[in-house]
Structure formats: C-alpha cells, structure tokens
C-alpha cells in the first residue's frame, strides 16, 4: 500500500523536491520509489522531446509526424463524376437541410462562403471545392442551390474527408 506522501506525489504529479514538501507538512518519510516512479514519465516526456526537437534541427522529422504529414499531402487523384444534388453545407450537417424547401437559405449560405457538397442518391456526401486553375465550374455550381448536377472533378481525400476538385459541371434540373 502506498503511502500518503507517496499518493498525493502521484496524484499531483510534483518530483523529488514536491515529495519533501508534502512529506515536511504531513510529517511523513518520503520513500524513494514514489518519487524515482513519478519523475521516470517526466523524463521520459523530456528525452522524446529533446530526440524531436533534435530530428527537427537536423531537418528530419519524427517517424509518426513526418508518416503522418506524407499520408496527408497524397491525394487520390482519381478522376471522377457524381451525380447528386447540390447542397450547402453549414446548414445540411447541422441539421439536414436540403431540396427545394431550403434553396433560399442555401443559396443565401452559399453567397456569404458557406462551404458546397454533393448529395449522391445513396447518400454519400462530398465536399466541393474550387479548382484553382478552372475555377468557372465551381463558381456555376454556387448558383445550383438544391439542383440536381453532375459534377466532374479529382477526388482528394484528407483525415477522412472526401472532396471533389471541381473541373466540370452538367446541370440536370
């Protein structure tokens, strides 16, 4: 069973010089193997960072972020069309507003920067964003609130979210 100073030294986290504290003002003998077992964490903590902050000046990265950051910076690249109606986005996942009774709302949403999506009649869902270097496909489809289109793009994938880079567009309604 631990002891009191041994407890509190866990259960605040302080090293060698808070376990004579505690140990001082609850008159207790601080016993070395509390305070060795909380300070082995800190130093551990302290060694990893020095090992990142070492990596980062030698200009590599940590396996974890620099595996991460490649993950991330990969697009799918798969060209591709879906078929769907155009929804805004603030208002669809807040609370599934979508088709003809929420058009005004959407297109006002949309005006004023609300993020476009794609609905698939499976009900998949995709983030729309413009393409950089064709960018009048997407600026049509800012005006298709709660319409049916087809959109044509590069599917890109980040965190999980799907996104299509719009280079084309086919309005259907």
């Not at 496909?137 to 880079?165: F, H």
Request: proline residues 3%; charged residues 20%.
């Amino acid at each position: 069973m631990k002891s009191k100073v041994a407890l509190i030294v866990s259960l605040l986290g302080i090293g060698a010089a808070g376990a004579v504290a505690v140990a001082h003002e609850t008159r207790q003998p601080v016993k070395q193997e509390a305070v060795a077992t909380q300070e082995a964490p800190a130093k551990q903590e302290a060694a990893t960072k020095q090992e990142a902050a070492t990596k980062q000046a030698a200009g590599t990265k940590p396996a974890a972020v620099a595996k991460s950051a490649e993950a991330a910076a990969k697009p799918a690249g798969q060209s591709m069309t879906v078929a769907g109606e155009v929804v805004e986005l603030s208002c669809y996942m807040a609370s599934e507003a979508k088709g003809e009774k929420h058009k005004v709302c959407a297109q006002t949403c949309i005006k004023g920067g609300a993020p476009m999506g794609i609905l698939t009649a499976d009900g998949s869902v995709f983030l729309l964003v413009e393409d950089h270097n064709a960018k009048q496909p997407y600026e049509t489809l800012k005006t298709k609130a709660a319409e049916q289109a087809k959109v044509t793009g590069t599917l890109v994938e980040r965190g999980g979210l799907r996104a299509i880079v719009v280079t084309g567009v086919n309005v259907t309604s």
